[in-house]
């Protein structure tokens, strides 16, 4: 290690000298970076050294400090520390700022401060001369790329483990030199003579290596240690949601109208939640939970869900969803015995409602942007929480859910016909509605005829009365052929192979995401063939779920012979530098490490046993790549290059390990889910034949049913009318 850099807000170079001061003792050296030198994020990123990150109220609303700090965070290397520290900040008249990190008003605060910026710079712009437009022009979108960005950069520095200043001084800055991975010098730091201040010091210049010799001068330099090697920290993936945490109540609820739309956001904050949780985000879930039991503490179906979804965890899991409170003490800030010997005065921000408003539509309106749907509808229930008659929330929130959030079908009708109340005229809004009540109507089951009573509707006498239908008998149980376990069974591929495989008697371990179609599934199995099946409800992205679901299976489905890695999924059609980082993640956590997981919990038991087959549902994308595909192509030609890989490891374990890679199939999710639910951009099979899921079900059922001695290794397959991912004859569907 030759340094680290120190970097600050050039307002708190009296914090950043007081460390360099008290650190530099024992020879720690260190490199100022402020702000004010310029090229501040670039510098840090460039350094090639570990950082010490003091962040201030002054920091977050410098322009300097936060211009291009998301990807100096986003970018910075895993091996090299970077060590957010909490310190206050002062205002223009010298007074303490608070800083704190920790809530979601702060978020809040720092947001509005942007867009304020923002604003207020758009009317010096309009009224400038055409001569300072094009440099405001170029300033204008630097503020407007922070006010965007600010949501994720506070979200970065906290996944950084930020610690508060009280913290990091405390005993004798133990937290600095662990988290430097410098605990050796830890001990000679606490025999220094702690009556021994040392000297104000000027700014230093960059400093040379650590000592190889002790130095002398009364000060004890300990002996040169070898460097170190430092601690890998967790790797910054920017959010596209900040876990909110409870505000302080903006007013007495008395009204009967402001007491149902408390009894509307609290059934959305249990329903919200309980998606999540189903879909493997559980901290999000039960956070979110924890929130609204905050601010609705008198409601117990909001206490007895938090309860609940939070017992439902390990201890040590609970005690890591209560995010860290961090209570920091005001700097010490030296000032004239002669003049002023009174403690600073510490200014608390405050947020008014009209900002939390504006701030809220905001953050509702950039989680869109960014393809955040339900952090979307959180942020615009929370403005018209606060503002019921705010115009247009009702309409953004019902056509935004109707077209991406399918599980909320019912409360986007809800939303729609409130938009309706404000304009009636509205010819987009009323569409929707026409079309998401038909859709629920068709969905609906007709009334069975034995539920109807004869004296409720009688018969006419020109219709002969229709004799009821016999009843379907369950088919008896049969001695399975093996055991399967199929991952994303609810839908396309995976249920069309289930299906195959239950009608040729083998017992199924049905995999997926969405409950309520397992159990129809298992229902069905049960009744038309008579086999065993067990369901299993988790996302394969979650590996504590995985490993819960997967490591204690019944006695009877313990030995899985078959393996059928299914689970997977495409999400959007952008250029690299267009694409959704959460969308990225999705597709990876999904079709990689997904796949990783369920293998990791499956294979040792084949290994043992000495038998079994695993196939994985790879791609035509996993061959060859094409425009736009980038992250999607990226994962499943990492599901071809596992196959192979996986196949190496097991094969002296007599274990076969196949793959097939279709091209385009419907019958599947695969268009509608790579659209985010955009039905009209979903129809890409229109203009040709492309394959259905059974025909991808049979080849997997085929390989899974050949000899023992016989493993088929690859198949890619196309329908006629496509010859590549690029080459499509999209002339009309031929038989």
């Keep these: 290690m030759n340094r680290i850099i120190l970097a600050y807000s050039g307002t708190n170079a009296p914090q950043a000298q007081q460390i360099d001061n008290q650190l530099s003792r024992i020879g720690i050296p260190f490199e100022h970076q402020s702000s004010v030198d310029g090229n501040f994020s670039t510098s840090i990123t460039n350094a090639g050294e570990p950082v010490l990150l003091l962040v201030s109220d002054n920091f977050l609303k410098e322009r300097n400090s936060m211009e291009g700090l998301l990807d100096c965070l986003s970018q910075f290397p895993a091996n090299r520390p970077l060590v957010p520290v909490l310190v206050d900040g002062v205002d223009e008249d010298g ?127 300990p002996e040169p240690l070898s460097e170190p090697t430092f601690k890998e920290e967790e790797p910054i993936i920017p959010q596209n949601q900040y876990e909110p945490e409870p505000e302080e109540e903006p007013a007495l609820r008395e009204t009967e109208d402001t007491a149902s739309q408390s009894l509307n956001y609290i059934e959305q904050a249990i329903n919200d939640a309980q998606i999540w949780i189903e879909r493997g985000y559980t901290e999000r879930g039960v956070e979110l939970l924890k929130i609204a039991a905050e601010e609705y503490p008198d409601s117990q179906e909001l206490n007895d869900a938090y309860q609940k979804a939070l017992s439902a965890l390990p201890p040590e899991e609970q005690a890591e969803l209560h995010p860290m409170a961090v209570e920091i003490e005001p700097t010490e800030i030296e000032v004239d015995s002669d003049t002023n010997t009174e403690t600073p005065e510490i200014v608390e921000p405050e947020i008014e409602p009209e900002q939390q408003i504006k701030s809220y539509e905001m953050m509702g309106d950039l989680a869109l942007d960014k393809g955040d749907y339900l952090f979307a509808k959180y942020c615009w229930d929370r403005v018209l929480e606060l503002a019921p008659n705010s115009t247009g929330v009702y309409r953004k929130l019902g056509l935004m859910t109707a077209e991406h959030l399918h599980d909320y079908r019912e409360t986007a009708i809800h939303y729609l016909n409130k938009a309706l109340l404000e304009n009636a005229d509205d010819a987009e809004v009323n569409n929707c509605l026409q079309s998401l009540m038909a859709e629920i109507k068709e969905e609906t089951p007709a009334p069975k005829a034995e539920s109807i009573k004869e004296d409720t509707k009688p018969e006419s006498p020109e219709q002969p009365k229709k004799q009821a239908a016999p009843k379907k008998t369950t088919v008896p149980k049969k001695e399975a052929k093996g055991t399967v376990l199929i991952t994303g069974a609810t839908s396309g591929i995976g249920k069309a192979t289930a299906e195959l495989f239950a009608q040729n008697g083998y017992r199924l371990i049905l995999t997926g995401r969405r409950k309520e179609r397992l159990e129809e599934l298992k229902a069905h199995f049960e009744s038309e063939y008579g086999n065993d099946n067990m369901i299993l409800s988790f996302d394969v992205r979650n590996q504590k779920a995985v490993d819960k679901a997967l490591s204690k299976l019944p006695k009877e489905f313990s030995e899985v012979d078959i393996l059928i890695n299914n689970a997977g999924l495409a999400k959007g059609l952008d250029p690299i530098h267009k694409g959704s980082l959460e969308h990225w993640e999705t597709m990876i956590d999904t079709n990689v490490k997904g796949l990783l997981y369920v293998t990791r919990c499956i294979s040792p038991g084949m290994v043992e046993r000495k038998s079994g087959h695993i196939i994985n549902l790879g791609s035509s994308a996993g061959k060859e790549a094409y425009p736009n595909g980038n992250v999607y192509c990226a994962t499943k030609f990492a599901v071809d290059a596992l196959t192979k890989a996986i196949r190496m490891d097991l094969h002296s374990y007599n274990i076969r390990v196949s793959q097939v890679s279709p091209g385009h199939v419907e019958e599947t999710e695969f268009a509608i889910n790579r659209f985010d639910g955009d039905k009209k951009r979903a129809k890409i099979y229109e203009d040709f034949q492309p394959l259905k899921s059974s025909d991808v079900a049979d080849v997997i059922y085929f390989m899974a049913t050949r000899p023992a001695h016989v493993n088929i290794q690859d198949v890619q397959m196309f329908g006629t009318q496509q010859a590549s991912s690029m080459i499509i004859d999209r002339s009309g569907r031929k038989s």
């Design 95 to 221: 007074k303490v700022v608070k800083t704190e990190l920790d809530r979601m008003v702060n978020l809040l605060h720092y947001m509005n401060h942007w867009q304020t910026a923002w604003l207020d710079l758009s009317e010096v712009y309009k009224n400038a001369e055409p001569a300072r437009k094009e440099k405001l022009q170029q300033e204008l979108d630097v503020i407007r790329t922070i006010a965007n960005q600010t949501g994720d950069i506070i979200t970065a520095i906290r996944n950084r483990k930020m610690i508060s200043f009280e913290d990091f001084q405390a005993n004798d800055f133990y937290r600095f030199f662990d988290r430097f991975e410098l605990i050796s010098w830890h001990d000679q730091y606490k025999n220094l003579d702690k009556q021994s201040q040392a000297p104000e010091l000027p700014k230093p210049e960059p400093k040379p290596e650590l000592p190889e010799t002790p130095v002398t001068g009364g000060v004890f330099a």
